[in-house]
């Protein structure tokens, strides 16, 4: 029988033992018996003369990481792949267990409030009198803001800036007010502390 025949039949029985490997776990086994299949057409066609021996060469160049590059991306697909490979949530919220904590702050999605401290862009915010971490994601936000808050990431809010806080009772537009015990916003004769003299005078 002509070597390239050979050659050919080797490097197809080469061809369907990658597939098999990345099918059937044997401890690297086939993938040996695969590697030796190539190699063996490679040395089979030269046998025949240098033209087959280089088209085999080629081929195997070729068809070889191709393959193996279709399999690996297929692979996890498979009944075996999903077996073996851990699947990630594609929401990163999924992986968070659930507490009471948690469940507040997801029901606080919608919700109006104002900024308490600056925002650049993380920061505190407040709602119905009581304080949160949370983030506006590419805004920096100013101390007595009207926000609202947008969404939960992990276990910080996000929030966006709105024109009007609504006042839940009437549903109508509302400004929403700079909290007095704010000690930025208080003027420091407040505080007992007086005025520097100005030195220039």
Known sequence: MDPLIWA????????TLIV??????????????SAAAILGAIVVA???????????????LVIVPTLIAF??????ETPLGRMI??????DQDEVLPDSD???ELKGLVGRIGRVRSPMRPSGLIEIDGRTYDATSPGLSLEVGEPIEVASLSMNRLVVRPCEFATDPATRSPAAVPVASDDPLSQPIEQFGIEPLDDPLA
């Open 8 to 15: 050919v039949i080797l490097l197809l029985v080469g061809l």
């Open 20 to 33: 098999l490997e990345l099918f059937v776990p044997s401890g690297g086994v086939i993938g040996v018996l």
């Open 46 to 60: 030269f046998s025949g003369g240098p033209k087959s021996g280089v088209a085999i060469l080629i081929a195997s």
């Open 71 to 76: 399999m690996i991306r297929v692979w996890p």
């Open 85 to 90: 490979l851990i699947r990630l949530p594609e």
């Open 101 to 103: 904590y948690r469940r």
